[in-house]
């Protein structure tokens, strides 16, 4: 319901028609470059999960978690939350694996890795390039509202930690936190696996970047690197909130406050982000063709089991490939070492 608000405020404020001037600005180029920078960042995002996957003990052939990825990206794409895809993923792959509680953590894992490395691009580019700074700056909070959202955070912390110590499921929690620590040390800060994740996250997010820049170039946005690859990272940071419709709401809203602050438009700011999620939903349309084909193929499946009278055994996953084996140095990807 929070994306949808934000929709509207700011339909209201800018109407319909700077989204739909923004949508019809998109031509054959920049959909066959969305394509192309999706493809990288689809294969860079796969095995990274890879990497992570096995660092937590599962088996990933790159094949089928590229498959598994392109499907995720599509169904966040195009249902609310934008984690619904990265859900399914974790439980498909689980499932698949025989454990679906490694398999959830191994994407909160990957997945986060992803954040990180976000947010520490956009720390370091806050505080070394000036415009940034200063575009920040004007949208910082006042000194009494940023304190009491600090207290506010403060005393959630604070009632989080004595309910995992002292509440009724503690236990519980506390079992779930050491099973995540330990994946944690094995999926991201084993010696096999973060500099790897590493590499790859910044990778992705280059390309995320210059998938933004290709929005922003589309609907005339023109601005210089050292000012335009702040705001990408304000705006992908934003699309990471937890109130989105499918990837909309925050998004557009911080890249109007940020163009803005930036000595841009605010209508520039819009314009560049609905573009991007445009171009962003294009790029995951290889995954509804992959959703198809895992459809077809259970289709099939059952209608082969209900011939056999329930007699047939359970068909592997042909998108996916996953075993339920323990990986092996010999399925791991060049340049990268099996533990």
Same mark, same amino acid.
């Given at each position: 319901m929070g994306g949808l608000a934000v929709l509207a405020v700011l339909v209201w404020w800018f109407s319909a028609g700077a989204f739909a001037g923004a949508l019809l600005a998109i031509d054959g180029r920049a959909l066959a470059a969305a394509l192309a920078v999706g493809l990288a960042t689809t294969v860079l995002s796969a095995w990274r999960w890879r990497i992570v996957a096995r660092g937590v003990g599962l088996r990933l052939p790159l094949p089928g978690a590229v498959a598994d990825y392109y499907r995720a990206l599509f169904l966040n794409a195009v249902l609310p939350g934008g984690v619904l895809g990265d859900v399914h993923r974790g439980v498909a792959h689980g499932r698949r694996a025989g454990d679906v509680g490694r398999g959830v953590r191994a994407v909160v894992l990957e997945r986060g890795a992803g954040q990180a490395v976000l947010i520490a691009a956009g720390a370091a580019v806050l505080l070394t390039v000036p415009p940034a700074w200063a575009a920040a700056g004007r949208l910082m909070l006042p000194g009494p509202q940023a304190a009491v959202w600090a207290a506010v955070a403060a005393a959630a912390a604070g009632a989080l930690a004595a309910w995992v110590r002292w509440g009724s499921g503690a236990r519980r929690v506390r079992c779930a936190l050491s099973a995540f620590a330990a994946d944690?040390?094995?999926?991201? #800060?084993?010696?096999?696996?973060?500099?790897?994740?590493?590499?790859?996250? @910044? @990778?992705?997010? $280059?390309?995320?970047?210059? *998938? !933004?820049?290709?929005?922003?170039?589309?609907?005339?946005?023109? &601005?210089?690197?050292?000012? *335009?690859?702040? #705001? &990408?990272? !304000?705006? #992908?940071? $934003?699309m990471g909130l937890p109130v989105n419709v499918a990837g909309w709401g925050p998004r557009e809203a911080a890249s109007a406050a940020a163009f803005a602050a930036a000595g841009l438009t605010a209508g520039q700011g819009l314009a560049a982000s609905v573009a991007y999620g445009a171009l962003a939903l294009a790029a995951s349309l290889p995954g509804a063709v992959f959703l198809l084909l895992c459809a077809a193929s259970r289709r099939d499946h059952d209608q082969v089991t209900r011939a056999d009278g329930g007699r047939s055994a359970p068909v592997s996953d042909e998108l996916s490939g996953a075993r339920r084996s323990a990986p092996t140095a010999h399925d791991a990807p060049a340049g990268v070492r099996a533990e």
């Open positions: 944690l040390r094995g999926g991201l #800060l084993s010696r096999a696996s973060w500099p790897g994740v590493l590499l790859l996250s @910044a @990778a992705v997010l $280059a390309g995320h970047v210059a *998938l !933004f820049a290709v929005a922003a170039h589309t609907v005339g946005a023109e &601005a210089p690197p050292s000012r *335009l690859i702040p #705001l &990408a990272l !304000f705006a #992908l940071l $934003a």
